[in-house]
């Protein structure tokens, strides 16, 4: 399993970012994918996930309200809207996937996560 994750950047405080995450190399009919981040001199962090079948979506508190995860089977993304950005948001964003499609609770680890996907910078300015 391959994933590409895309579209981070350069945001300021308030605005909104679409990342991507393409994955190749299977065919997801089951399964979860999600978005963890690691800002500077911290740990790796849940972010939110969805799964691939049933559409269920988790989110850390952090960004519940804020950031929106979505996924379309038809090209194996995942999408994560998020908005509006806070300056703690700052962090290398990273797409993983499980071929665990099961019921979650939150927050989920990165240990529990097969594949991962190189990461997006995304860097919000206050």
């Known amino acids: 399993v391959q994933l590409q994750a895309s579209g981070g950047g350069l945001v300021q405080a308030g605005g909104s970012l679409r990342l991507s995450c393409a994955a190749s190399?299977?065919?997801?009919?089951?399964?979860?994918l999600a978005w963890f981040r690691q800002a500077p001199g911290k740990e790796r962090e849940f972010v939110a996930a969805i799964t691939w079948a049933g559409g269920s979506t988790y989110y850390a508190d952090s960004v519940k309200g804020r950031f929106t995860i979505s996924r379309d089977n038809a090209v194996n993304t995942v999408y994560l809207e998020m908005g509006p950005l806070k300056p703690e948001d700052t962090a290398v964003y990273y797409c993983?996937?499980?071929?665990?499609?099961?019921?979650?609770?939150?927050?989920?680890?990165?240990?529990?996560?097969?594949?991962w996907g190189q990461g997006t910078l995304v860097t919000v300015s206050s």
């Open positions: 993983a996937a499980s071929i665990k499609g099961n019921a979650w609770s939150t927050p989920l680890f990165p240990y529990q996560f097969n594949y």
């Open positions: 190399g299977r065919t997801f009919s089951s399964g979860t």
